[in-house]
């Protein structure tokens, strides 16, 4: 069974860092494009970054809004997928998803989600 | 990028009603396109990928249609455990993009 669990967010002051951790099991986590995910409260779904497995390199892809200030990592020793995120402003707060993803020749969907952590950004 | 608009964003309907949400993309995407179900406080659920392939385990009365830059996705007969948020998504190309969102509420 496919598990995936985030930790890491919490409350940060605009400006601040803050990273994302998410421990996957049930799955060969090295073979596999992993995305991040967030939703801000009430709102809609917004993909964040996205990294690919080990048999691409680990290319990395990100949304305009964090590209320079989020940065998308993998240990594939500890299957274990973050998400750095320096410079944080107010508009980043939302509920953070990892999720596991499969892909065609392009591009990859979201088949499998985490529960979410929440990160809050205000002083 | 590619810009995904959903329609209707709140549609309210009955146990039994056929439903249907549309979802257009600012260019074409083929059939690259998935549609997720979210209910309040949970994680969204894979409904649908490629247009029309129904993820495992998905119940039959949820379909997919649709090539190009309009799609629809389907509830024959809806039922009480359908209410909820959907969400289309085309993966042609990075950055993935999502629709708006419909709500699915009790009439």
């Known amino acids: 069974e496919v598990q995936l669990l985030e930790s890491g967010g919490g409350l940060v002051q605009p400006g601040g860092s803050l990273r994302l951790s998410c421990a996957a099991s049930?799955?060969?986590?090295?073979?596999?494009?992993m995305s991040w995910v967030r939703q801000a409260p009430g709102k809609g779904l917004e993909w964040v970054s996205a990294i690919s497995g080990s048999g691409s390199g680990g290319s990395t892809y990100y949304a305009d809004s964090v590209k320079g200030r989020f940065t998308v990592s993998r240990d594939n020793s500890k299957n274990t997928l973050f998400l750095q995120m320096n410079s944080l402003r107010a508009d980043d707060t939302a509920l953070y998803y990892c999720?596991?993803?499969?892909?065609?020749?392009?591009?990859?969907?979201?088949?499998?989600w985490g529960q979410g952590t929440l990160v809050t950004v205000s002083s | 990028d590619i810009q995904m608009t959903q329609s209707p964003s709140t549609l309210s309907a009955s146990v039994g009603d056929r439903v249907t949400i549309t979802c257009r993309a600012s260019?074409?995407?083929?059939?690259?396109l998935a549609w997720y179900q979210q209910k309040p406080g949970k994680a969204p659920k894979l409904l649908i990928y490629?247009?029309?392939s129904l993820e495992s385990g998905v119940p039959s009365r949820f379909s997919g249609s649709g090539s190009g830059t309009e799609f629809t996705l389907t509830i024959s007969s809806l039922q009480p455990d359908d209410f909820a948020a959907y969400y289309c998504q085309q993966y042609k190309s990075y950055p993935l993009t999502f629709g708006g969102g419909t709500k699915v509420e009790i009439k």
């Open positions: 490629k247009a029309s």
């Open positions: 999720a596991k993803d499969t892909c065609t020749d392009t591009s990859c969907y979201c088949d499998y």
């Open positions: 049930g799955f060969t986590f090295s073979s596999y494009v």
């Open positions: 260019q074409s995407i083929s059939t690259w």
